[in-house]
Nanobody
Framework: QVQLVESGGELVQAGGSLRLSCAASGRTFSSDFMAWFRQVPGKEREFVATITGSGGRTYYADSVKGRFTITRDNAKNTAYLQMNSLKPEDTAVYYC??????????????????WGQGTQVTVSS
């Protein structure tokens, strides 16, 4: 059974930092994109960042570019999201996703096969 388990979400003050982790099990993701999305109540899940299987290329939403960094450790089958200079508008449930469908740079929810259950990030002003 393939599982993605996120951790690291918590309450933090604006300007602070957090690091989210996504631990995968059940299969290796070393050849697949892994990504982070986020969602607030009443809104669609939105793309945050994605990283290629080798970790050599990364892509970010404009809203987090320069503040967030996605990395991965294939030996641990784990992806990370380092979030700096957090803003109240970053408050959301953050989801990890893995294993893309199709071709191109996967930035849509439909591009991914596997999903975690999410971790809550709350940024206070």
């Amino acid at each position: 059974q393939v599982q993605l388990v996120e951790s690291g979400g918590e309450l933090v003050q604006a300007g602070g930092s957090l690091r989210l982790s996504c631990a995968a099990s059940g299969r290796t993701f070393s050849s697949d994109f892994m990504a982070w999305f986020r969602q607030v109540p009443g809104k669609e899940r939105e793309f945050v960042a994605t990283i290629t299987g080798s970790g050599g290329r990364t892509y970010y939403a404009d809203s987090v570019k320069g503040r967030f960094t996605i990395t991965r450790d294939n030996a641990k089958n784990t992806a990370y999201l380092q979030m700096n200079s957090l803003k109240p508008e970053d408050t959301a449930v953050y989801y990890c996703a893995g294993a893309q469908r199709g071709y191109g740079i996967p930035v849509r929810t439909t591009n991914y096969i596997y999903w975690g259950q999410g971790t809550q990030v709350t940024v206070s002003s």
